[in-house]
């Protein structure tokens, strides 16, 4: 291992600031009675990116009994990137008390990324805390296309919250196989559910969802949140067969709402991509003689 000296605190060196070693750095995180400076000991760890650190580390997020300082050391894994600290990660996901250090071993193990964080991932966004679950669902975007198809099974859970995060992350993950599952919630029973899902659907711009969503739009019934939704996710697929459902709402309304605004807008984008003026020279002239009576 190599020996070098760092400042145990960022930015321009101050009175009082010192510098340490990399080995007194991890003799802190081990030993010092001060949570400060084991905390700060393993951020530094992580920042100087030395995969010697990742032992100590795991150590510290497993035992320290300190919240910052697990979630520091979580963070600092993440940082490192090693695989060696996944199923630790996954074990403070799931087991710690601090919801802090659960937020941070979730981004962290999005970082680390691979199929075995995909479940605990998915699993998370049932924690009691919604911090939790939107860090998990941010997490699982960050992972890719193998967190599609657990998504995707997440839709049908029982807990509002994790279809909702299931939703808006399959329209970040932008993956068209979505498209199917993301219809089947346009019914859910929880508005949020469907806003999401009207969200994602206009993300992934697939003309799969164009007539399910113009029903959508059309349905009196529907809260306005999600009938505005489904008008602008009509706006980015671009599908000419809305444009005279969003005509007709456009034209038959008494005034200018939410929903009719956001169809305008609709409509002049799907104008735009689908209908192009004529050219000068596409025009043919005919003098007048060559017109038989």
Known sequence: ???????TLTGTKKK????????QLLHDL????????????????GELGDPVGVEPLIQALKFDKNGSVRLYAARA??????SSATSHLIESLQEDR???????????L???????????????????????????????????????????????????????????????????????PLLTVLDDEWVNVRIYAVNSLGKLANAKATMPLIDVLLNPEEN?????????????????RALMPLRNLIVQAQEL???????????????????????????VKVDDDEIED
């Open 77 to 82: 894994l993440g940082e490192l990137g090693h």
């Open 30 to 45: 081990k030993n010092s009675t001060s949570e400060k400076v084991r905390y700060n000991a393993a951020r530094v760890i």
């Open 1 to 7: 291992m190599m020996m070098m000296t760092v400042t």
């Open 98 to 108: 601090n919801v802090d250090v659960r937020v941070r071993a979730a981004r962290a």
């Open 224 to 240: 306005i949140l999600v009938r505005s939704g489904a008008a602008a996710a009509l706006g980015t697929i671009r599908d000419a």
């Open 110 to 180: 999005g970082r680390l990324g691979g199929e075995s964080v995909v479940l605990p991932l998915v699993e998370a966004l049932s924690d009691d805390n919604s911090q939790v679950c939107v860090t998990a669902a941010d997490a699982l975007i960050e992972i890719g296309p193998i967190a599609v198809k657990p998504l995707m099974g997440s839709l049908q859970s029982d807990r509002v919250n994790v279809r909702c995060d299931a939703a808006r992350a399959l329209g970040e993950l932008g993956v068209a196989d979505a498209v199917e």
């Open 257 to 283: 709402g939410e929903i009719e605004d956001t169809a305008l807008k609709a409509y002049k984008m799907i104008m735009a991509a689908n209908y192009k003026p004529v050219s000068a020279s596409a025009v």
């Open 16 to 23: 009082g600031q010192t510098t340490k070693t990399f080995e």
